[in-house]
């Protein structure tokens, strides 16, 4: 269901009891191009205590900020009292806050398009930071001061990047300016994990090779990774950094220059999950053990959930090799991701062997004879298995 009609119907209902009520922010922002917003924020008048009577289900996330969450018709909608941030302390979230006006309020916020505000029930905008006007020439411009906007948040920086590779809009030069100079104050004000949700988010856009590129010109890349600090950015621009695979590989890919360990070490700072890292390692261990490897063990590693992810990072020959053995043997690798050999261990014990470790040995020389002679039928492998 369109959230829109029930945005519409929390807005009549602050309205009802004297207060004031818009869409804010983002919605806003993507309702003026013609976009679907994936949410619905609202700000008004009224206080928590106000609006919380109202409605039947709410979550209380954010009452020191003047936020709670209404839940009508399995939507969940955040509610903000207009206010002004008065003092921020830790590059990260406002320490004293006041309730103020709707002008104020958009004062506050970080960029331009996102500072409006939608009378729904006029169809009004409310535009006190000339956001409309950065629409239409598609820019990225701070709220104000923008040395303000980015000591007050420093994830706004990358945010400010975000948003310009989501749109193809390009970035206000005062904002750029400011940008280069409080990168190196990213850390540690700004958490490793937030940092990720924000790749994530420009990964989910498909926009992160454009975004990294302009985090490196604007000298965050350098802040997150320190072996990036001598590096060109037309050099990493010149890299090949695939765009479809996990945001773990293209960080791998970036700093394909520094050995493994190291970069395992600044990588895995973003707070990865376990299968990310283990993706990642993976994919450092792939080409050696390629080289290496009989066709089994080629096989076996086909046969990983991690191998397409990790196959795109390979050098172009070795791919379209393993591209090639995939094709060939495609039913041996199947049967190896579905773990269904030929040859099970209860048909060992049939054939005399006693339980031990010698099952495992065998039924590991009954797929070597499978895939080498591409056999498909048991009696077979096992009557070579077994000669007489």
């Given at each position: 269901m369109d959230s829109f009609p029930i945005a519409l119907k929390i807005i009549e209902k602050l309205q009802q009891i004297g207060g004031v009520a818009y869409i804010a922010g983002g919605a806003?922002?993507?309702?003026?191009m013609g976009l679907q917003p994936s949410d619905i924020d609202i700000v008004t008048s009224l206080p928590v205590d106000a609006i919380r009577p109202l409605f039947k289900k709410t979550i209380e996330v954010g009452i020191?900020?003047?936020?709670i969450i209404v839940v009508e018709d399995n939507h969940k909608f955040e509610i903000a009292t207009f206010r002004t941030d008065l003092e921020y302390k830790d590059g990260r979230r406002p320490t004293i806050i006041m309730q103020s006006s709707p002008e104020e309020d958009a004062k506050r916020r970080d960029f331009t398009i996102n500072?409006?505000?939608?009378?729904p029930l006029t169809n009004e905008t409310?535009?006190?930071?000339?956001?409309k006007e950065d629409l239409k020439e598609r820019v990225i411009r701070a709220i104000g001061n923008p040395h303000d906007r980015f000591r007050e948040d420093r994830l706004r920086m990358i945010r400010a990047i975000r948003y310009a590779a989501r749109f193809e809009f390009s970035i206000d030069p005062l904002t750029q300016e400011a940008i280069k100079e409080h990168a190196p104050t990213l850390l540690p004000a700004v958490s490793f994990e937030r940092i990720l949700q924000e790749f994530d988010k420009i990964h989910k856009d498909g926009n992160l090779k454009k975004a990294l590129t302009t985090m490196h010109r604007l000298g965050l890349l350098a802040t997150l990774f320190p072996p990036l600090k001598e590096t060109?950015?037309?050099a990493l621009?010149?890299?090949e950094k695939p765009e479809n695979v996990p945001v773990v590989l293209q960080l791998k890919a970036l700093l394909e220059h520094v050995c493994d360990e190291e970069r395992f070490h600044w990588i895995q700072r973003l707070r990865f999950s376990q299968k990310d890292l283990d993706l990642l390692l993976f994919s450092d261990a792939l080409l050696l053990k390629l080289e290496k490897g009989n066709l089994q063990q080629r096989l076996h590693l086909y046969a990983s959930p991690f191998f397409e992810d990790a196959s795109f990072l390979l050098p172009k020959e070795a791919r379209g090799y393993c591209l090639d053995e995939l094709q060939i043997y495609n039913e041996q690798i199947n049967r190896i991701k579905g773990k269904k050999p030929l040859v099970t261990a209860q048909d060992l014990i049939e054939k005399g062997l006693s339980p031990g470790p010698q099952i495992g040995a065998y039924l590991k020389k009954?797929?070597?004879i499978a895939i080498t002679h591409k056999l498909d039928d048991k009696k077979e492998i096992l009557d070579r298995l077994f000669p007489t």
């Open positions: 806003v922002r993507d309702f003026l020191q900020f003047g936020i500072g409006m505000f939608l009378n409310l535009d006190y930071v000339g956001g060109d950015t037309l621009e010149a890299l009954a797929e070597e």
